[in-house]
C-alpha cells in the first residue's frame, strides 16, 4: 500500500509473522497483497500461494464469496465490518471472528482493505484481537482506543497521550475531550453523546491539542461492539492534518482564481462604460456607478489639475450626504498627495489618515475627518505619464486594501484617466464643430413684410464634426425673398467647405438670375468644376413673392416641402424628383400659391429618417404629426418647427443633424373702418 514506507513494512512482517491472529491485507481491487502464516493455515493454503490472487483464486465457492462480499461493502462504503464465519475442516478450520477495516492513503481514500480473524474458540481472544490491530494501526499511524458503553473511557491509550501529552488520568473518562479545540469541543461532545445514546457510528473530525502547544487535525470513528448484547466502543483516530491543509489550500486558491476572475470582471465593465462616456459629466456619472457597484466605496470624487497645474479642482462627486457639504480635508489631502508622488496613497482608518498627514506635515493633519468617512484611497489620473488630476474613494467603515485590490483601483485609474482626457478632447472638438456650424449658418433671417421666416439647427448628439445640412434666406432686388435648404452628404471638413460653395455660388446665382430652375442649372455647371464625383448635394430652392403669396421652386432630389394649413388636413408638395446637384438633367420649375395662414416647411432627412425609421414611414409620420398640431401651432412658425421636431424625435434616438426651415405668411385682418 501506498501509505506503508520500507521500515513500516519491515516492522508488519515481523508482527504478523509471530501474531497467533489471522491477518491479509487486500489492495483496492480485492487481490492479496499479504498474508501471515496464521491465516494461509486456517484457508489450508501455503502463504506465497495466495499473493496477487482473489479470494475465488484461493478459497472455496462459499469462503470466496463471504471475502468477495465484505471487501465490496467496505471500500465502496468506506466503513468497518465485522462478522463471523465458519471455514471448512481444511486446514485449521473452525469458527473465526473476521474483522474488516478500511485503510486509507494519504489523501484520506480508500487504498485497500486490512481483514483481522481471531478464532473464537481461543480464550480472550478477543482482547488479543484488539492489541494486534493496535499494534497493527499504530505501525500505520492510527490511534486505537476503547470506551465503555456508557461512553467513559477506562483503559489506558498510550498512542493518544503521546499525541496530546495528557496523562492516564486526565485522558479517562472524558478527559480525552479536554484536548479537543474549544471551538470544535461543544460539536465533537455532542456528537459523542448521540452516538453513545442511538448507538450509531461516530464519526467526527476535529482539531486537537499536541503536547507542542500547536493543533492538528484528527478524523476520530467507534463503533460499538460485542457479541449479542453491545460490551463496548472500539475506535481509532488518523491524524488528517495534511490532508485537510491541503483542503484548505485548494480552497484558498478557488477563492482567489474567484476573486481574481470578479475583479477581471469589473474592470471589463467599468472599461465599457467608460467607454461609452462621451463628456466629462458622463466619465463622472460613470465613475460614481463604478465606485458604488465595482469598489464598494460609499462616496467617489473626480478632480482634475488646474492650468497651472498646482491645484486640484473637484469636477465631480458622488455620495455627499449634504447638498454642498465637501468630502473633507483629509480626501483632499490624500488626492493631493497621490498627484505629488504619482501613485497611490491609502488610509484604512482616521488614525493611520492622521498619521500619515503628520508625517508629511500637512495642514489637513489636525482636521478631522467628513462625517461618514473612516477609510480612504487616492489614485492619481496619468496621461503620458503626468498627472492630469485624480480618483478619489472613501468608505463610511474602516477597512484595509489587499494588494490584489488595489492592483484593480490602479487600472481602473488607468481607465477613468483615458476616459477623461478622450471626454475633453471630445467637448473641445464638439465646441469648435459648433462654432464652425454656426459661422457657417446666417445669424439672422431677413425681415419682409408680410411673410415670417423660422429656421430650428440641432447638431446629431453622437458627432462632434460639423456637418453637411444648412439653410440660407435672403431678399432679392425684385422685392421678392429667396430661400433655400440642402443637405452635403458626409461629415467634417470636406462637407463644410462644400456647404459653403454650394451656398456662396447660390447666393451669387440668385442675384443674377434668381429663377429656381435657372439657379439649379448655373449649380450643376459649378459642380463639374469645383467638386468630386463622390460629392453628393440635395436642397431645395424656392422664391416667394411676399404680396400674391407665389412660390416659385426646384428641387434638387431633396425631401419634398410640408404645407401645413389652417383650415385643411397637411400635405406633401410632391413634384416630379429631380437629380442632385451636378447630375445633369433638365430642372423642373414649380409654381404654386400660398395662402394667408399657411406654412411652408423644408426639412433635412435627419428629421424622418434613423436607424429603426425609413424615409417613406418618416414621411407618413410628418404628415400625421402636423395634422395635430393645434391652431396656435399652426400659426406660430417658431412654434410648428418645436411641435414637429418633438414630435418626430419622441421615442427615437437622434443619429443626424435635424434642420427646418419654416415660410409663413400670416393673416392680415383689414384696418377698421373710421
Known amino acids: 500500500m501506498s501509505g506503508l514506507g520500507p521500515s513500516d513494512s519491515a516492522l508488519l512482517d515481523t508482527i504478523l509473522k509471530e501474531a497467533p491472529i489471522g491477518f491479509a491485507l487486500f489492495d483496492s481491487s480485492c487481490r492479496f497483497q499479504r498474508v501471515n502464516p496464521a491465516l494461509a493455515a486456517v484457508y489450508g493454503v501455503d502463504e506465497q500461494d495466495c499473493l496477487g490472487l482473489r479470494p475465488a483464486d484461493v478459497l472455496g465457492p462459499a469462503d470466496a464469496a463471504a471475502h468477495e462480499t465484505a471487501l465490496a461493502a467496505v471500500i465502496t462504503g468506506d466503513r468497518d465490518l465485522c462478522g463471523e464465519h465458519r471455514f471448512p475442516a481444511a486446514g485449521d478450520g473452525g469458527h473465526w471472528a473476521l474483522s474488516w477495516f478500511p485503510v486509507h492513503d494519504g489523501a484520506g481514500d ?3 482493505v486490512a481483514l483481522i480473524a481471531v478464532d473464537l474458540g481461543e480464550k480472550n ?24 458503553t456508557d461512553g467513559l473511557i477506562t483503559e489506558d491509550c498510550p498512542e493518544w497521550r503521546a499525541v496530546t501529552g495528557q496523562s492516564e488520568e486526565e485522558y479517562r473518562g472524558r478527559g480525552w475531550l479536554d484536548a479537543v479545540h474549544p471551538d470544535d469541543r461543544p460539536r465533537v461532545e455532542r456528537a459523542w453523546d448521540d452516538a453513545v445514546a442511538d448507538r450509531t457510528l461516530f464519526d467526527e473530525t476535529f482539531r486537537v491539542r499536541t503536547r507542542s502547544g500547536d493543533h492538528r487535525h484528527f478524523r476520530s470513528r467507534a463503533l460499538l461492539i460485542g457479541e449479542g448484547t453491545a460490551s463496548e466502543w472500539v475506535g481509532h483516530n488518523t491524524d488528517v492534518t495534511t490532508q485537510h491543509e491541503g483542503d484548505e489550500m485548494r480552497q484558498r486558491l478557488t477563492q482567489q482564481l474567484g476573486e481574481a476572475a470578479l475583479r477581471t470582471v469589473r474592470l471589463q465593465k467599468a472599461t465599457a462604460d467608460l467607454a461609452e462616456a462621451l463628456t466629462v459629466a458622463e466619465v463622472v456619472q460613470a465613475m460614481a456607478e463604478i465606485g458604488r457597484s465595482a469598489v464598494g466605496a460609499d462616496r467617489t470624487r473626480v478632480a482634475e489639475l488646474d492650468d497651472g497645474r498646482t491645484r486640484l479642482r473637484v469636477i465631480g462627486e458622488s455620495g455627499v450626504p449634504e447638498r454642498g457639504r465637501a468630502a473633507g480635508a483629509g480626501q483632499d489631502a490624500l488626492m493631493g498627495l497621490s498627484v505629488r508622488d504619482q501613485r497611490p496613497r491609502f ?12 508625517e508629511e506635515e500637512h495642514e489637513a493633519a489636525a482636521d478631522e475627518p467628513a462625517p461618514g468617512e473612516r477609510a480612504w484611497a487616492a489614485l492619481p489620473l496619468l496621461s503620458g505619464g503626468k498627472p492630469i488630476g485624480a480618483l478619489g474613494f472613501s468608505y463610511a467603515a474602516a477597512r484595509d486594501v489587499p494588494d490584489e485590490e488595489k492592483v484593480f483601483l490602479e ?26 456650424q454656426a459661422s457657417l449658418l446666417p445669424e439672422d433671417l431677413p425681415e419682409v413684410q408680410g411673410v415670417r421666416m423660422r429656421a430650428f439647427y ?13 439653410y440660407d434666406a435672403f431678399p432679392l432686388p425684385d422685392g421678392r425673398v429667396a430661400g433655400v435648404l440642402g443637405d452635403v452628404m458626409g461629415k467634417g471638413i470636406k462637407a463644410a467647405t462644400g456647404m459653403s460653395r454650394v451656398r456662396n455660388a447660390l447666393r451669387a ?6 429663377e429656381p430652375a435657372d439657379v439649379l442649372t448655373g449649380l450643376d455647371r459649378m459642380f463639374d468644376a469645383t467638386e468630386g464625383a463622390d460629392q453628393v448635394t440635395t436642397l431645395v430652392y424656392f422664391v416667394l413673392d411676399p404680396e400674391t403669396g407665389q412660390i416659385d421652386l426646384s428641387n434638387a432630389g431633396h425631401l419634398p416641402p410640408l404645407v401645413v394649413t389652417e383650415s385643411t388636413e397637411p400635405w406633401l408638395l410632391e413634384t416630379e424628383p429631380d437629380t442632385p446637384l451636378g447630375v445633369r438633367a433638365e430642372r423642373g420649375h414649380h409654381k404654386f400659391f400660398v395662402q394667408p395662414g399657411n406654412t411652408v416647411v423644408l426639412y433635412s432627412d435627419g428629421l424622418v429618417e434613423n436607424r429603426r425609421r425609413s424615409v417613406a414611414s418618416g414621411l407618413e409620420e410628418l404628415v400625421t404629426v402636423a395634422s395635430q398640431a393645434p391652431p396656435e401651432v399652426v400659426g406660430d412658425p417658431q412654434h410648428m418647427l418645436q411641435y414637429l421636431v418633438e414630435g418626430m424625435l419622441a421615442g427615437y434616438e437622434q443619429d443626424d443633424d435635424v434642420t427646418l426651415l419654416a415660410v409663413h405668411l400670416p393673416v392680415i385682418e383689414a384696418a377698421p373702418e373710421a
Open 125 to 148: 481472544g478477543r482482547r488479543r484481537t484488539e492489541e494486534r490491530y493496535r499494534a497493527l494501526l499504530a505501525a500505520t499511524n492510527q490511534v486505537v482506543w476503547t470506551a465503555c
Open 347 to 358: 488610509a484604512g482608518g482616521p488614525g493611520e489618515l492622521r498619521a500619515l498627514l503628520e
Open 509 to 514: 446665382l440668385a442675384f443674377s438670375m434668381p
Open 411 to 436: 487600472a481602473l485609474a488607468g481607465q477613468c484617466a483615458l476616459a477623461l482626457e478622450r471626454a475633453k478632447l471630445f467637448e473641445r472638438e464638439h465646441r469648435t464643430a459648433e462654432a464652425l
Open 110 to 112: 480508500v487504498d485497500g
Open 458 to 470: 440641432r447638431s446629431g448628439t453622437q458627432h462632434v464634426q460639423v456637418g453637411g445640412d444648412w
